[in-house]
């Protein structure tokens, strides 16, 4: 079954430092999901890669599928205290809606 | 739109007692989606539903748990009898087929914690 490790588990970062989490999959990703999740809250869609190589970014989050199709990484430019929450990965396993996610990043910005 | 809701937001029982988790779609949606959230096992998908149907039930964990989509607009998750190790925040999310971005939209969650 094809699983999602995320890296690193937590991240404490000083507030307009850059940093990056990593998703790497045991198995081919045909759709790569990243949300945002704070306390007490449900998941929070950031963005979806879809092709080998792809690039996306939304204000100063910006996230890669590599060309092999099996790592993302989401970069965070300048951080501030309301980037600070878990991120998760998801991914569908082909033909399958039975979604499946990575344990979270939990980062902390401080101000 | 609303979004998707839950009730309750949170819920505390006893060993024993039946639970019941409430789901609200957001309006044209045909997924619905079930999801438990610890912190050892992390994010889990328990069942799936299309157009009302249950299409995958695989991740539910035992006979204890049971859900169910009467309609459209409303689904129910059941825990009977309920077990201090279902404590956890339990998600409801919906998609529509075709959507464009191809996401799925979570609600707020219901923390349950069986004593």
């Known amino acids: 079954s094809q699983e999602l490790e995320q890296s690193p588990q937590s991240l404490i970062v000083q507030e307009g430092k850059n940093l990056t989490i990593n998703c790497t999959s045991s198995?081919?990703?045909?759709?790569l999901y990243w949300y945002k999740q704070k306390y007490g809250e449900g998941l929070i869609f950031l963005m979806m890669?879809?092709?080998?190589?792809e690039e996306k970014s939304h204000e100063k989050i910006t996230a890669k599928l590599d060309e092999k199709k099996q790592q993302s990484s989401l970069h965070i430019t300048a951080s501030q205290p309301s980037h600070a929450g878990i991120y998760l990965c998801g991914a569908p396993p082909p033909g399958t809606y039975k979604y499946i996610f990575g344990t979270g990043t939990r980062l902390k910005v401080l101000a | 739109d609303a979004g998707v809701i839950q009730s309750p937001r949170h819920e505390v029982t006893e060993m024993g007692q039946e639970v019941t988790l409430r789901c609200k779609p957001i309006?044209?949606?045909?997924?619905l989606f079930w999801y438990r959230q610890t912190m050892m096992r992390g994010l889990e998908l328990l069942i799936y539903f299309n157009n009302n149907v249950p299409i995958d039930d695989s991740g539910m964990p035992e006979d204890r748990f049971s859900a169910k989509m009467p309609n459209a607009s409303f689904s129910t998750l059941k825990i009977q009898p309920s077990e201090p190790r279902d404590s956890a925040v339990y998600f409801c999310?919906?998609?529509?087929?075709?959507?464009?971005?191809?996401?799925?939209?979570f609600g707020p969650g219901t923390r349950l914690t069986v004593l």
């Open positions: 309006s044209g949606h045909d997924y």
């Open positions: 198995k081919t990703l045909y759709g």
């Open positions: 999310a919906s998609r529509v087929a075709g959507g464009g971005t191809d996401t799925q939209y």
């Open positions: 890669l879809q092709k080998g190589g």
